[in-house]
């Protein structure tokens, strides 16, 4: 690629030199020639202090040297897509404080890429074309047009970054294959999953522990490789990989016990992340698990519209039903409920459990308090009792980590001590541990768990408009998600891994305010919109691609949905 600018730009960025800031405003829907690339100004910023401007590059893939058969398949256009904009991510974080200005001059970014792979709207192959999208800050003096800079940014800067990015020369292609096949790997493997009826497979070799508690990078140095027992050890045939060893998790009730310290929360996050296939080399990228899993934790201070929570709480106080329960600022207990129901709701088949962040109340009442507190002075009947018929008539796995009470070991179906981040076999010394020491508990269910039924939540607080806009959808982190003067609290929505699944999040409901009907439920309409989006891109429902959006699951949806106040 010429690292030269058009003429046509570098005329017009000469002719508004010292200008109005604004009259950059004159590109606003221009194209130029960079060949390969074709270099569009989608929106151009107000000033240097405002979101950079957005741009977008476009190309034929056969003009950079890939071939069809490098993305003839959903998998395989998604692991190129999620691929080359890495590359680009990394060469675009190079490109700090090239360019002098006011605000935000000479920034250039492109959609971070977290350690999943997920479908983005930063990078799109469509037929046989690339597009990517770009924010650049247009170079100001004040709030005047500094052109020296821009027809340096656009001269050199990001020729450059593209050329040593994504130009046929610097493409890996071999890195390119192996970005696909550690996907198709991963895709075989939750097959397996489905053949196998297991819940989840954790590769021999795999790297579980991340960097730090506040990073999703893997831990480096120390760490110990997961290894399965000989016992539990298992076999899948993956079409690159070949023949992998590992730990399957198979359906039902499996607890994790071990000491503290000794990886048992570790080992669920790495569950809990997989649903999510991982980049080549982040240590996770042989762990599967079953794509519905749900996170449940105690989440006191959440809101819910009406729910049936009878299955666990019963005459609480000043509560006149828990058939239709609805409270601004639920408790641990209740609102694990909550978790629980709404997973069911949207179709969850696996339950992820860490009794780090469960109410105790909630997952146990041994005998003791049994004795002390009586039945019908306790309105929670603990998951303890439940979770053996969650199994058996819902068909609802779980898969807990539970260190500090025994109680759980007759329900289990399997056993799995952490010893030093290494599992261990321990079902059967569970097993004769409670023929030795019966427990004096008693199993206190009065009635079967009431079935699912749909339900219509009020909409009404969701009003996308906000002073002379129609429609504003932001995010603050993964934490908040706005929604024209209606916040939604989603910070323990921990499936949510990137930005812009959250404000996608909001461009579906969007779609759920404007098609609600009354006689569709709910929960079929977000199916819809799911399915329209997988034939026809995160395009579909937005009115323009912002660069920004990334796919979460139908789970996750319900999730923010649930949530608002
Ligand atoms: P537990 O839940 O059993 O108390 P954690 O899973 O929180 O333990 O792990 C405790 C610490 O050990 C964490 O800092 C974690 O990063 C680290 N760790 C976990 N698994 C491994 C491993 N396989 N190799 C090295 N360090 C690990
Ligand atoms: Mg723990």
């Given at each position: 690629m010429p690292s030269t600018i058009p003429k046509a730009l570098n005329d017009l960025l000469i002719s508004l030199n010292?200008?109005?800031?604004?009259?950059?405003?004159?590109?606003?829907?221009k194209s130029f020639q960079y060949p390969p690339f074709t270099l569009r100004f989608e929106h151009v910023q107000g000033?240097?202090?405002?979101a950079p401007s957005r741009l977008t590059l476009s190309t034929k893939l056969s003009e950079i040297g890939l071939a069809s058969t490098l993305y003839d398949t959903p998998t395989k256009k998604l692991a190129l897509e999620d691929h080359l904009l890495r590359v680009l991510h990394k060469k675009v974080l190079?490109?700090?404080?090239?360019i002098k200005g006011?605000?935000?001059?000479?920034e250039i970014s492109v959609q971070p890429p977290s350690q999943k792979v997920i479908l983005r709207s930063g990078i799109t192959i469509s037929n046989d074309s690339l597009t990517l999208i770009l924010f650049a800050g247009l170079p100001g003096n004040g709030r005047n047009v500094l052109a020296k800079e821009c027809i340096h940014l656009f001269s050199e800067i990001l020729p450059s970054a593209w050329e040593e990015s994504i130009s046929e020369e610097s493409i890996d292609l071999d890195q390119v294959r192996n970005s696909i096949n550690t996907l198709e790997d991963y895709y075989a493997l939750r097959n397996a999953l489905k053949q196998n009826e297991w819940v989840a497979f954790i590769a021999d070799g795999s790297n579980l522990p991340?960097?730090?508690?506040?990073?999703?990078?893997p831990l480096q140095n120390n760490s110990v490789a997961f290894l399965a027992p000989d016992e539990l050890q298992a076999e899948v045939n993956l079409p690159h990989k070949g023949k992998v060893a590992g730990m399957p998790v198979p359906k039902g009730i499996t607890l994790i016990v071990g000491g503290?310290?000794?990886g048992k929360s570790t080992l669920l996050n790495a569950i809990q992340n997989a649903i999510y296939p991982h980049v080549?080399?982040?240590?996770?990228?042989?762990i599967a698990t079953h794509p519905s899993a749900v996170k449940i934790r105690a989440e006191d201070g959440r809101a819910t519209q009406p729910i049936n929570i009878s299955g666990f709480m019963?005459?609480?106080?000043?509560?006149?039903?828990?058939?239709k329960f609805s409270t601004q600022s639920a408790s641990g207990s209740t609102s694990q409920a909550i978790n629980i129901i709404e997973a069911l709701e949207a179709d969850s088949s696996l339950l992820l459990m860490d009794e780090d962040t469960c109410a105790t109340n909630f997952m146990i009442r041994d005998a003791r308090m049994q004795a002390l507190i009586e039945n019908n002075r306790e309105p929670i009947t603990p998951l303890v009792d439940r979770i053996k018929e969650l199994y058996q008539d819902f068909d609802i796995s779980t898969l807990l980590v539970m260190g500090?009470?025994?109680?759980y070991f007759e329900a289990a179906n399997r056993v799995i001590a952490m010893d030093s981040f290494r599992p261990i076999e321990v079902t059967q010394k569970a097993r004769q541990i409670v023929k030795k020491n019966?427990?004096?508990?008693?199993?206190?269910?009065?009635?079967?768990f009431p079935p699912i039924k749909p339900r219509s939540r009020?909409?009404?607080?969701?009003?996308?408009?906000r002073g002379k806009k129609d429609c504003v959808i932001q995010t603050r982190q993964l934490i908040t998600l706005v929604l024209g003067q209606t916040e939604i609290d989603v910070?323990?929505?921990?499936?949510?891994?990137?930005?812009g699944q959250l404000e996608f999040c909001g461009w579906i409901l969007k779609q759920l305010k404007d098609r609600?009907?009354?006689?569709?439920?709910q929960t079929e309409t977000v199916k819809d919109i799911l399915k329209e989006i997988e034939l026809?891109?995160?395009?579909?429902?937005?009115?323009?691609?912002?660069?920004?959006l990334a796919l979460p699951r139908y789970q996750d949806v319900l999730a923010v949905l649930n949530r608002l106040r």
């Open positions: 010292g200008k109005g800031y604004k009259s950059y405003k004159i590109l606003q829907g000033d240097p202090y405002a190079t490109l700090k404080n090239k006011s605000g935000r001059s000479g991340r960097l730090s508690g506040i990073s999703d990078l503290g310290f000794h080549s080399g982040d240590g996770r990228e042989l019963d005459n609480l106080p000043s509560v006149s039903s828990t058939k500090g009470s025994g109680d019966p427990t004096s508990r008693k199993i206190e269910i009065k009635f079967p009020d909409l009404s607080a969701l009003n996308f408009q910070r323990y929505v921990e499936h949510l891994v990137e930005e609600q009907n009354f006689t569709e439920k026809q891109g995160l395009g579909s429902i937005t009115p323009y691609n912002n660069g920004k």
